[in-house]
């Protein structure tokens, strides 16, 4: 199950602090296994090439064609980039509405875990406060109908 640790836990909190209920998200890995490497008792996942990412691809587009959502929404840079490309970067367009022929409206923003590892207390705060900017832009645009004219 994807977002279930530390990183699911402040996803959990600020789906709730950008007023979108859990409950009606559909939340999936693009890429259905993790290279990775054991850090103690840890096991620490690496990023996937791009050559994974494809490979995982069919099963992406399968789940999208079964649930069908309104919006989509991409934590961090290989969920972007397996649907953006890989000259994505969520740095400089994070937020913002990609379109991509024959998807519904998409939205990357930074990873929850990218944001537990930020190396200051300042940098969390500033990343969580992107992250959540971001999450209202789309609880937003769900609220408002306004996904189409974006």
């Known amino acids: 199950r ?3 640790g530390p990183a699911g836990k402040l996803l959990d909190k600020c789906l709730h602090e950008a007023s979108i209920d ?10 259905k296994h993790f290279r990775w ?9 690496k990023k996937p ?21 309104e919006i ?31 998807m519904p409206p998409i939205i990357a923003t ?3 875990s990218a944001i537990l590892r ?3 207390d300042e940098d969390r705060e500033r990343d969580t406060k992107i992250f959540l900017d971001d999450l209202r832009r789309v609880a937003d645009l769900l609220k408002n109908n ?5």
């Open 2 to 4: 994807p977002f279930v």
């Open 22 to 31: 859990r409950k009606k998200v559909y939340v999936t890995n693009t890429v």
């Open 37 to 45: 490497e054991p850090r103690g008792k840890l096991r620490i996942h």
């Open 49 to 69: 090439s791009m050559k994974e990412i494809h490979a995982c691809r069919p099963w992406l587009d399968a789940e999208l064609e079964a649930v069908r959502p």
């Open 72 to 102: 989509i929404v991409c934590l961090g840079a290989v969920a972007a980039q397996s649907l953006l490309g890989s000259a994505f970067k969520i740095t400089q367009t994070h937020g913002e509405v990609q379109e991509v022929k024959g």
């Open 110 to 112: 930074l990873h929850p």
């Open 118 to 120: 930020a190396r200051t």
């Open 146 to 150: 306004s996904i189409a004219s974006n």
